[in-house]
């Protein structure tokens, strides 16, 4: 056996945080470019050029959001029962959200109505606000706890509801989630276009990454003083998955003890001040291309941020402390993680792959003239 049940699982946390990378990486501009579809087009032509700065990878970029999706459901086969029972509601709404992008892509340039097209750029619009918000959303009540608790026969019971998910520190999350899409998404337009679409961009970059800094900011601060999870029981890595199997305490500031433990990690969050500050000084000298890459170490370090104050914790409990998930205690099988773990060495290189070649065809950047003579266009 080349790796026990200890180091699979935490093998298989680390690649569903690379997994959620990812997506936050690809699928997340495309959401922050229709965002900002109705503000930084002008017209039609302009908001034609904007879409079509998207229109051939946004499908493609979705491959990650789905792989997130399975590796969660067949990894942390738990955990993914639990998220999908508290947020149900709130997953729900944003699965009618995305719905809209693919219908708005294939039919905005069906009529020539102009009221048909606007139409269509709102339901863009909200395709792309609010995932990007409920994601964030989400992220902010697993660093609070969700009120959940298993019985003796492992039956899941939520307790919460849909309106207590929007508290304060989870729409600052959401907010958070929306302004850093927002700032990747603007640099990915200012790549693909010229002229005063690409000026709009600088000042959104701007805007976007100051609020995306502070907001981090203030998150951080809150969360040093909000309760944080810590287990108190001995810690069994290799045992069968049995969430109910320790004792789990609660208290202000056990979110930073992994930073304490190990002060190096705080190379992390620093990390994303220091992106982002390169980010916005990249977009303004036109250094787009570097600066796509310091924006995606923004989402990158946020993302890890809080990957890491969790760790080993996937979902606390707010309600029953001990029905919390772990890394050590909700994962699928031994025999299930090694399974995937090859099915993953053989076919993440292969999407990896595919999504490095299809960004360097579609590398040119969308003019008016290119819309315009290629009028057919479905967007």
């Known amino acids: 056996m080349i790796f026990d049940y200890e180091t699979l699982r935490l093998i298989w946390w680390a690649l569903l945080g690379a997994l959620l990378i990812g997506f936050a990486i690809t699928d997340g501009f495309d959401l922050g470019v229709a965002v900002l579809l109705p503000f930084l087009g002008k017209n039609d032509s302009e908001r034609r050029v904007i879409i079509n700065s998207i229109g051939a990878t946004w499908e493609g970029n979705q491959v990650w959001f789905i792989t997130a999706g399975g590796a969660l459901f067949a990894a942390w086969p738990i955990a993914y029962s639990v998220a999908f029972s508290g947020f149900y509601f709130a997953l729900l709404l944003t699965l009618f959200a995305l719905f809209l992008r693919p219908i708005g892509f294939d039919y905005r340039s069906k009529l020539p109505s102009q009221t048909w097209r606007n139409n269509w750029d709102i339901a863009l619009f909200v395709g792309g606000f609010v995932p990007a918000l409920i994601f964030g959303v989400a992220f902010g009540n697993l660093l609070q706890g969700v009120p959940f608790h298993f019985d003796n026969d492992m039956r899941i019971f939520y307790t919460g509801s849909f309106w207590a998910l929007l508290n304060p520190f989870a729409l600052a999350a959401g ?32 805007v976007s990454a100051i609020i995306t800094l502070v907001i981090f900011a203030v998150a951080g601060f809150w969360v040093a003083h909000i309760d944080g999870y810590r287990i108190t029981t001995e810690i069994l890595p290799n045992a069968p998955s049995n969430p109910l199997a320790k004792m789990v305490s609660k208290e202000p500031g056990l979110w930073l003890d992994n930073y ?22 990249l977009s303004k000298i036109d250094r787009t291309g570097l600066a796509f890459i310091t924006s995606s170490l923004v989402l990158t370090s946020v993302i890890l941020t809080a990957g890491v104050s969790m760790f080993p914790f996937l979902i606390p409990s707010s309600s029953a402390l001990s029905s919390s998930l772990t890394v050590w205690d909700a994962s699928s099988s031994l025999t299930t993680l090694k399974i995937m773990f090859w099915v993953t ?9 595919y999504t490095t070649w299809a960004f360097r065809v579609m590398r040119g950047k969308i003019t008016l ?3 315009h003579q290629n009028d057919h266009s479905a967007y």
Not at 345 to 353: Q, S
Request: a positive charge; hydrophobic letters at 60%.
């Open 345 to 353: 060495v053989i076919f993440l290189p292969i999407v990896v792959a």
């Open 260 to 281: 304490a433990h190990c002060p190096v990690l705080w190379v992390i969050p620093a990390l994303a001040f220091i992106a982002g500050v390169a980010t916005i000084v």
């Open 369 to 371: 003239e290119h819309i």
């Open 175 to 206: 907010l958070l989630s929306l302004s850093m899409l927002i700032m990747h998404g603007a640099v990915y337009l200012q790549l693909k276009t010229e002229g005063d679409i690409n000026r709009r961009c600088k000042k959104v970059v701007t």
